[in-house]
């Protein structure tokens, strides 16, 4: 189905951009029309993605993927992207000061998502001048944001309403946009992640959303028997060459992980990449002997970036091995289907890892002397 709508959206808003800087330029008073086309386009073109990402997400075929997740990268990604919103509508944004010691259990694009929505309802529905407070409390069990605004509040019969689609709770008229997706995605991604979502609010003095999500530990190297053995191992060096390696992945905590394996290795050059289509230009450009690719991404996953690979003549040969923390005997099971190398499961044990690794350079070794 998002072909079908994507595709004459593409048209709309592909050809009005043309129009926009064509030559000789537009008149004014085209001009405004064309600016019209193209704010309604990017608007639907949004609206068009929330009800696809909620379709997948109802037809229970959304691919999560759980691992530890630093709720301070999280949060400063977070910070990023939604402060020049609160700055646009003049809202005072305080997030909390973290060590970085809090994780939690959730996949990571997920998370984000569901901070973003509700960090940009807090601006939207908010009071000129108002204040976002974002806030965070831990045990070892759960850890809990909020997210407090100083909006209008909601009373009680609205807020049994909130989650509902496509309810606004009489914002349809309001000057915002949106579709009221938000909230129910929020709340069915936090309970795919195994946490609760609630709001609280007191009409005059504002809302708190929060959520809760299980609470986790940093992901450590784990230095113990087979593994400590194998890191302590000298090093030899795999012929003369130098080796590159790609690594797409959007947990810097896993991307950090794997720099430290590959750091005692001075004949293997890592690059990486956040997601799959920067994946995919630098696995072109830079033509690496071996790439390990994550699944759960944001934008196209890896089993879909692993196809494009594959049928592009200049990385089709460079063997690709995932590495998930989709562990399930079905995951690791389509994921070899689809034609990874090898399917590596996090959390990452480093002989196998280092097995696979090799295995893999040595394929390609072999393959680029048969070329040559
Ligand atoms: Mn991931």
Not at 95 to 100: A, G, H, L, S, T
Not at 207 to 229: C, I, K, N, Q, R
Not at 353 to 372: G, N
Request: glycine fraction near 6%; include cysteine.
């Amino acid at each position: 189905m998002s072909h079908e709508l994507r595709s004459p959206l593409n048209a709309i808003l592909g050809f009005a951009q043309l129009m926009d800087t064509d030559s000789p330029p537009a008149t004014p008073s085209q001009k405004e029309s064309i600016d019209q086309i193209l704010h309604a386009g990017w608007y639907l073109l949004e609206l068009i993605n929330e009800i696809l990402d909620l379709a997948v997400i109802e037809s229970g075929k959304l691919l999560l993927s759980e691992e530890s997740v630093s709720l301070a990268e999280v949060m400063l990604e977070c910070q990023a992207m939604i402060g020049p919103q609160g700055k646009k509508h003049g809202i005072k944004l305080t997030f909390p000061q973290f060590d970085n010691s809090y994780f939690v259990r959730a996949d990571r694009t997920r998370l984000k998502q569901v901070l973003i929505n509700l960090l940009s309802n807090a601006i939207k529905y908010n009071q000129p001048e108002g204040t976002v407070i974002v806030d965070c409390a831990a045990t070892p069990e759960r850890t809990r944001i909020s997210i407090r605004d100083t909006g209008a509040g909601l009373p009680l019969e609205k807020l049994t309403q909130l989650f509902q689609p496509f309810n606004r709770l009489g914002q349809e008229n309001s000057a915002e946009e949106g579709t009221g997706i938000g909230l129910v995605m929020s709340k069915r991604l936090v309970e795919l992640m195994g946490g609760v979502i609630g709001v609280e609010s007191t009409v005059g003095m504002g809302s708190v959303f929060w959520f809760e999500l299980a609470s986790d530990t940093e992901p450590y190297l784990s230095m113990e028997g087979e593994d400590a053995a194998a890191l302590a191992e000298p090093h030899v060096l795999r012929g003369t060459r130098l080796h590159t390696l790609l690594y797409v992945e959007d947990n810097p905590a896993n991307l950090k992980l794997v720099e430290q394996i590959i750091a005692r290795y001075p004949d293997i050059r890592l690059m990486s990449a956040v997601n799959g289509n920067s994946g995919i230009e630098i696995a072109r450009s830079s033509q690496p002997n071996v790439i390990l690719m994550d699944i759960n991404l944001p934008g196209i996953n890896g089993l879909e970036a692993l196809k494009i690979l594959h049928l592009d003549p200049t990385t089709t040969h460079i063997p690709v091995i995932a590495i998930s923390a989709n562990a399930m005997p079905l995951d690791v099971e389509r994921g070899m289907k689809a034609g990874f190398f090898r399917y590596i499961t996090k959390p990452i044990r480093v002989n196998e890892f280092m097995e696979a690794l090799d295995l893999a350079l040595e394929f390609a070794r072999e393959h680029s002397d048969d070329d040559t």
